[in-house]
């Protein structure tokens, strides 16, 4: 199968219809930007939460280091590597791979007690975002073969890349508010009644 014709051939639809102007093909567009935003949000995410991860795990400066930088260590020196892997396989497999892996290092993340687990979760989350950033480039040229339609996919994705990063602080921020406001009546001794 040409590789024009992977994205195509995943959504149902012929890669001459799927111009982002026909308003036909949005959903592949969204997809890989959602994928995307999750990848470009996770870097920045964790930043404003860094003293309060410090003090629930009992973690030391080293450890809060690596859960910050460690994901985007690994997820910039497998970019090369996953997207080889994309050309040898398939670019739809090692995006949807990407996004499995990433799924569930996100809730190893969510259920870690140690800094031990959530270094280790946040390594193979930076594992699953470097699958899906090179598949996700692949797909949108694939599927978007029109110069025009080209450029407008790569616009949208681009700009959710900008949307990630500016909202990974945010989320973080209003994340660490709400678990200290809900946590506030147990360190008092009381539970709030529903």
Do not use: K, N
């Not at 470097?130 to 040229?141: D, T």
């Amino acid at each position: 199968m040409a590789p024009t014709d992977q994205l195509a051939t995943a959504t149902g639809q012929s890669s001459r219809t799927t111009g982002v102007d026909s308003g036909r093909s949005w959903l592949p567009l969204l997809a890989v930007s959602l994928g995307f935003f999750m990848v470009i949000l996770d870097v920045t995410v964790v930043t404003v939460a860094v003293p309060v991860l410090g003090s629930a795990l009992r973690a030391g400066a080293a450890a809060l280091q690596w859960v910050v930088d460690g994901y985007t260590l690994v997820f910039a020196c497998l970019i090369p590597l996953c997207g080889a892997l994309g050309d040898r396989f398939g670019h739809r497999r090692a995006f949807l791979a990407g996004l499995v892996v990433f799924t569930v290092a996100s809730a190893a993340c969510g259920g870690a007690t140690t800094a031990e687990q959530l270094i280790a979760a946040r390594l193979l989350r930076g594992a699953g975002a470097a699958m899906m950033v090179p598949a996700s480039l692949a797909l949108l040229r694939a599927g978007y073969p029109e110069p025009a339609a080209r450029a407008q996919a790569f616009g949208v994705w681009g700009a959710v890349s900008g949307l990630g990063a500016a909202a990974g602080p945010v989320i973080g921020g209003l994340g660490v508010w709400g678990v200290s406001r809900w946590a506030a009546p147990e360190r008092a001794g009381r539970w709030p009644h529903p």
